[in-house]
C-alpha cells in the first residue's frame, strides 16, 4: 500500500524523492514497522515549492465553480468517503486511535472539504460608496499564493482536510509536511488528489527532515502563508522564523482546557461529557480536557461516578472490537504522562484510579484519574497530551473563572451546569476561543476553531476558516465621470 502511494505521490508534484536514509513508520500498538518512506529535505521541498508556485496561476485562474467541482470530487463521496474504511485503517494503524475515531475522523474531514467546496462560491468582493463623484471604488479578495501547511499526528487527515479545504477553495496550492509518524495518511490524501483530477504541482507532500524542511518553507519567499498546528514552543519558533519574509501565519497551537462542573450540573451529562472531552483518542487532541474543575458540593459524588465511567474504558489494539483507547504515540508521549503523575502525586495528589502504564506494555497507559489536585502541580500548568484527569476543588463561581484563566493557553473550556444564566455568565468569562456547555465534543466544520492568547492565531473552519487564505485589494476607478 505504501509503496503505491509513494509512487502517486512522485507523478504528483512531478520530482523523485530522494530514497535514501527511509523513515520508518511504526505501529504504536505493536511497535511494527508498517512502511518506509523517503526521508526529504531542503532539495526536495524547494522542488514542492516550485511545483506549487508554478501551478498557482492556472489554478487560481480557474472559476471557483470548477475549483469547488475538483473538491467535492477528491475529498467528498466519490473518492474520499468511497475509501472511508481504508482509510480508517491506515488511520488507526500509524496512529493507532480505535477504529470507530479513525473512521468517524474520516467523515469530519470529508465534512470541511464538503462545506469548502462550497465556500470557494462564496468569496464575496465590496463596493464602497465613492468620495467624489468621479471614482467608483470596490475591494476584491485573491488568493494569498502559496500555502506551506505542517500538520499534526493526532489527526492525520482531518488537520489536512481543515487547512487544504479553504486553501484550494480560495485559489491557492499548497506544501503538506506531515508528521513523521503518520505521513502515510497525507500520501494517501494526495493520491486521492490525482484521482480527482486536481492538477499537478496544486498539492504537494514532503516529509522527512524537519528542520530542513521548515528552514526551506520559512526561507522561500514563493511561499506566501504558513498554518501550522502542533505545539506552542514550535509555533512560536514557526512565527518567529516566518517573520524574515512576512509571510501571513495561522497557528492552532496547545490547550490547557478547563472543564467546569458546577453543583447544579446534571450529573450524567456531566459525566457522560467530560468522558467525552477527555479520553477520546487516548487524551491526545489539543482540545482535550486538561482540568477537570469540580465544585466542593458535588465534588465526591462525581469524582465516584466519573472513575466508575472511567473505569469501563476498554483499552487495546484499535482494531479489537469495543476498543476505545489505543496506546500513546511514542515513547516520549509515554514519559511525559508519567512525569506528570509522578510530580502531581509528589505534591499531594491521590490516584483514584490507574496511575501507571497498562499491563498490554508498548506505550499503552492506563485510563487515569487524579484527586486533591493543585492549581501549581505541573498537570495543571502545561497540557499532558495523555488519558489522566486531575480533579481539581472550587468554592465559588468566580474561583472557577479564576483557576480555569490562569493560563498562558486559551483554547477550549467546558461547563457544566443547568443554570442558563451561569452558563452564559462563565461564557463570556472564559478567556477560551471555544467553550461548550453541557457538551464534551464540539468540533465542527461549521464553526470557527481557534484560541486566545498562546493558544494561537486564526481560525479554521466555518466562513471564517477563509479569511487567513486571501489577501484584500482596493481598487480606484478614476475620471468615470467623462464621457
Known sequence: MARAILMGRQQQNGTTPKMGDDGEVQNPA???????VPCMGARETNDAIKS????FNSWSKLTSAERSKCLRKWYGYDLLIAHKEELGGLITLEQGKPLKEALGEVAYGAGFIEFFAEEAKRVYGDIIPATLPDR?????????????????????????????????????????????????TALAAAELSIQAGIPPGVVNVVMGNAQEIGDALLASTK??????????AVGKKLMAGAADTVKKVSLELGGNAPCIVFDD???????QGTLAAKFRNAGQTCICANRVIVQEGIYEKFAN?????????????????????????????LHKVESFVQDAISKGAKVLLGGKRHRFGMTFYEPTVLTDVKNEMRISREEVFGPVAPLIPFKTEEDAIHIANDTNAGLAAYVFTSNIQRSWRVAEALEYGIVGVNEGLVSTEVAPFGGFKQSGLGREGSKYGMDDYLEMKYVCLGNMSNA
Open 52 to 55: 506549487a508556485y508554478d501551478a
Open 305 to 333: 461516578a466519573f472513575s466508575n465511567a472511567v473505569q469501563k474504558l476498554q483499552v487495546g489494539d484499535g482494531f479489537t472490537e469495543g476498543v476505545v483507547q489505543g496506546p500513546l504515540i511514542n515513547e516520549a508521549a
Open 223 to 232: 511561499v506566501r502563508k504558513i498554518t501550522f498546528t502542533g505545539s506552542t
Open 265 to 271: 450540573a446534571d450529573l450524567d451529562v456531566a459525566v
Open 136 to 184: 467608483r471604488l470596490f475591494v476584491l479578495k485573491q488568493p494569498v499564493g502559496v500555502v506551506a501547511a505542517i500538520t499534526p499526528w493526532n489527526f492525520p487527515l482531518a488537520m489536512i482536510a481543515r487547512k487544504v479545504g479553504p486553501a484550494l477553495a480560495c485559489g491557492c496550492t499548497i506544501v503538506i509536511k506531515p508528521s513523521e509518524f503518520t505521513p502515510l
Open 30 to 36: 505493536t511497535g511494527d514497522i508498517i512502511a518506509n
